[in-house]
């Protein structure tokens, strides 16, 4: 009988990085922007929201896969619902007090 081994494929490695870019530039947005200008502020913010949307993304194509180890991917999901839950937070404070 033939079993399917599972292992860690190109995607949780993916998920991962773009889970930890995501989070990096949500601790350096302040800094980052005081040195270098607004202009580059707002393409972090953007950088921000398209790095939470394609991690929802692929949590749901990574987990989904059979084949997948889980664990690196685990990883990824808690720091992609971090991501997430700040960025819901910031925007339901600056559409509460705009």
């Known amino acids: ?6 292992m860690t494929t190109w995607r949780t ?3 991962l990085i773009l889970s930890l870019l995501t ?5 350096l947005i302040d800094p980052i922007s005081t040195n270098a200008g607004e202009s580059v502020g ?17 949590a749901f194509v990574v987990f989904r896969t059979s084949e997948e180890k ?5 990883i990824a999901l808690l ?3 971090f991501n997430v839950a700040i960025t819901l937070y910031f925007l339901w404070v600056g559409f509460r007090l705009a």
């Not at 009988?1 to 599972?6: D, R």
């Not at 989070?23 to 601790?27: I, Q, S, Y």
């Open 23 to 27: 989070t990096l530039a949500m601790f």
């Open 79 to 81: 720091l992609t619902l």
């Open 70 to 74: 889980k664990g690196l991917a685990s």
């Open 42 to 58: 707002i393409f972090l913010m953007f950088f921000i929201i398209a790095g939470c949307a394609l991690s929802v993304l692929l």
């Open 13 to 15: 490695y993916l998920f």
């Open 1 to 6: 009988m033939y079993y399917h081994t599972k």
